[in-house]
């Protein structure tokens, strides 16, 4: 702790510049300043370090300013079991109080001490000690490098909500166990009795397993916070967070009124909603948006729980349209894709991580191509052609970096992640759980992708050169796809659910082979039994692949279905977030025994991207959503689905109701907002704003 007394003759008005290497929290006169944690945020931090702000109060007579600086992503335990001091080996804070025409800035005369924060680690927990000897440590030394200071960019972490505890277990090991009903990211508040003297230590876990409190899956990280007081204290984590449902206890019992866990995230404006007539499904929403939640922690990462919890391109990537559905993530995507474009190599490759803490760059399909297709899935969502401008570069020299990889105009080396995670075994190893899609197709189809958003950039600003450029390669590399995937007859050779899929979403099949491609996929589909098999690539496109081509019962099914794997597997067996595997809690209730089973990652959340847009209907037809089409897709067994979004031009909503022997289209559509509506008959109507809705005979599914 950094501390400074000073006097001010009379009572004033006073703003505080502040930001750390490490994580911060600021006193004025024994009050928090501000309501924001796990300040400065988490960046790159050698090229970006964010100044936080606050509007203060000085008395008159003595002031003591006083801040508490730690560890945190800057020189923790960072990233995995491994890491340590990612970008420096000591902890600093700079603070400028400004008032009246007076400036107090940190330097040597501030006093240095220890905290009872004896210490912290964002995977490993804090320790509190109140009755420890907080021992003079001044002098305090004077280096801090500004020249990489911005102002806060996006809105800070905050506590958000609290959640109560649910019910208290005393498990078949004897352990006291708390369970607050909700997987949920954050950290608990214990309040001890007057009368308790002693260490007491709380430690998180996500499930139980046999009915035993279960770290495993939590790999190196601790997640263990531990207080030592006398007496009746309101104790709380300050430089970590934790991915929990369940805590332990230890040294104490308390009664749960003495127990509450705090939800803290990215405090994030709530934009879409959707609610449906059937509870298992508004579940499984539900546990996309608290996966969501929990994974947005100051960056879009991966996870919230164990040794990682790290800004993984692919995932956000997948994620990415949902995420802007759900809330509004423009602020914290600024930050992030400032962060990837200046973590971006000199030749064009990207991080696996944004910050990038591992030293890894490639250029894998999914993961990489998140420079170009975040910043477009922001730009469609949000109109804001700055995404674009922004990453035009990074994305050239991200394609520049691709084609690397290409033998005769086609990539055919380097290293992919693939089909991250897919059921589709034959090459599933715990090493190499890619899935049996050929990595190659897919890495060719998601580049043709890129080129087509590069191409669509430069036409929006006006590079014709780069335009036709990119204009052309998509086309050759079209071209060359058909030529090395198809047979000569136009059927594709490979057989996988996630190669069907991309080759009909990205509209890579020759048109007049669509139609039978869709109807092998559909084929494939119900072989399968209806459950998913594919991965991280296949996954947020199957049910569009599906719907888009003819096959919107095929979807729904799929969407619906109860079995192993599938969506609904998970709601089942009791899940209150989206996990990272299909099979990371087997049906008899046991962990994936491969290991690396989080049961918060949101990937496979990317599902309700398609309830908003096919389901409920609400797909935008300009960015922005500035013009929308609405056109609900009812789904048997779902006798109602509503979605609601706060676009940027106002609410719009859709979705459809069946009454008997009769469906209710339904639609709200702000003023400024072009519209139409396609009918179950076929029908198109221009809509003005307003509310409407359509009564028809029962369409079924359609
Ligand atoms: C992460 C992922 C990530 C993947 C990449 C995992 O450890 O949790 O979600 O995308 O690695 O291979």
Same mark, same amino acid.
């Given at each position: 702790m950094l501390e400074k007394k000073f006097v001010v003759e009379k009572a004033t008005d006073a703003s505080l510049k502040i930001t750390a290497l490490g994580l911060y929290y600021a006193e004025l006169n024994g009050h928090r300043v501000g309501d924001a944690f796990l300040t400065p945020g988490f960046t790159s931090y050698r090229k970006m370090l964010q100044v936080q702000e606050y509007e203060v109060k000085l008395k008159a007579g003595e002031n003591v300013i006083a801040v508490s600086v730690n560890d945190g992503w800057y020189c923790g335990r960072f990233p995995f079991e491994w890491g340590n001091r990612s970008y420096g080996d000591r902890c600093a804070v700079y603070a400028e109080l400004n008032y009246e025409d007076k400036k107090i800035v940190t330097d040597e005369n501030w006093i240095a001490r220890e905290s009872f924060i004896r210490k912290s680690g964002i995977y490993d927990g804090e320790t509190q000690d109140f009755t420890a000897e907080c021992k003079t440590l001044t002098p305090c030394e004077v280096s801090f490098d500004a020249s990489v200071l911005v102002p806060q960019i996006c809105e800070p972490v905050r506590n958000i909500e609290r959640v109560s505890v649910k019910e208290i277990i005393r498990t078949p090991q004897g352990e006291l166990v708390y369970d607050f009903g909700q997987n949920l990211t954050g950290v608990v508040e214990i309040k001890t009795p007057e009368d308790f003297r002693g260490t007491l230590t709380i430690q998180f876990a996500e499930i139980l397993v046999h009915g035993n409190f279960y770290t495993a899956n939590l790999r190196s990280a601790k997640a263990t916070d531990s207080f030592t007081v006398n007496g009746a204290r309101t104790l709380c984590p300050e430089f970590t967070f934790h991915g929990f449902r369940y805590m332990k206890l230890e040294g104490v019992e308390l009664p749960k009124e003495n127990v509450t866990a705090i939800v803290r995230h990215t *405090?994030?404006?709530?934009t879409g909603r959707i609610y449906t007539s059937d509870t298992r499904f508004n579940r499984l929403l539900e546990n996309v948006v608290w996966g969501q939640r929990g994974n947005f922690v100051d960056i879009p990462s *991966?996870?919230?729980? +164990? *040794?990682e919890r790290l800004g993984w391109t692919g995932d956000i990537n997948v994620f990415c349209r949902t995420a802007a559905f759900n809330y509004d993530i423009r602020a914290i995507m600024n930050k992030w894709l400032a962060d990837a474009r200046s973590d971006q190599s000199e030749t064009g490759e990207m991080p696996f991580v944004v910050p990038n803490v591992l030293s890894d760059f490639g250029t894998e399909a999914i993961w990489a191509d998140s420079i170009a297709m975040v910043p477009w899935t922001l730009y469609e969502m949000y109109g804001d052609v700055r995404y674009l401008t922004d990453n035009f570069f990074a994305i050239k020299k991200f394609i520049a970096a691709r084609e690397k990889h290409m033998v005769n105009g086609l990539i055919a080396k380097g290293h992919e992640f693939g089909d991250w995670l897919a059921l589709d075994k034959e090459m599933f190893t715990e090493e190499n759980p890619v899935g049996r899609t050929d990595v190659y197709f897919i890495a060719n189809v998601l580049h043709t992708n890129v080129l087509r958003i590069a191409m669509q950039i430069a036409k929006l600003v006006g590079d014709e050169p780069s335009e036709k450029e990119f204009r052309i390669k998509q086309t050759q590399l079209i071209k060359k796809i058909q030529q090395a995937y =198809?047979?000569? #007859? @136009? +059927? %594709?050779a490979l057989d996988t659910v996630t190669a069907q899929v991309l080759a009909l979403y990205f509209r890579i099949v020759p048109a007049a082979h669509r139609e039978q491609l869709a109807k092998t996929l559909n084929e494939n589909v119900v072989r399968h039994g209806y459950r998913v098999v594919t991965g991280f690539i296949g996954t947020p496109y199957l049910l569009f692949a599906l719907s888009d081509n003819g096959y919107h019962d095929t979807a729904c099914r799929v969407l619906s !279905?109860?079995? =192993?794997? @599938?969506w609904l597997y998970e709601v089942d067996m009791g899940a209150t977030t989206v996990w990272e +595997?299909? !099979? #990371? %809690? %087997?049906p008899d209730g046991t962990p994936n025994p491969d290991g690396m089973n989080s049961y918060n990652h949101y990937a496979y959340g990317s599902v309700m991207e398609f309830v908003y847009r096919r389901i409920a209907g609400i797909e935008a037809r300009e960015a922005g959503f500035r013009k929308v089409r609405i056109e609900p897709k009812p789904c048997a067994g779902l006798d109602m689905v509503k979605a609601e979004y706060e676009s940027v031009y106002g609410k719009i909503a859709a979705g459809y109701e069946r009454q008997g022997e009769k469906v209710i289209f339904w639609t709200e559509i702000p003023k400024e907002v072009e519209s139409e509506i396609v009918l179950p008959n076929g029908k198109i109507k221009s809509l003005q704003g307003g509310e409407y809705s359509f009564v028809f005979k029962d369409v079924k599914s359609r």
């Open positions: *405090d994030m404006k709530h *991966d996870c919230p729980q +164990r *040794d =198809f047979t000569a #007859s @136009g +059927r %594709l !279905n109860r079995e =192993f794997p @599938g +595997r299909w !099979n #990371s %809690l %087997l």
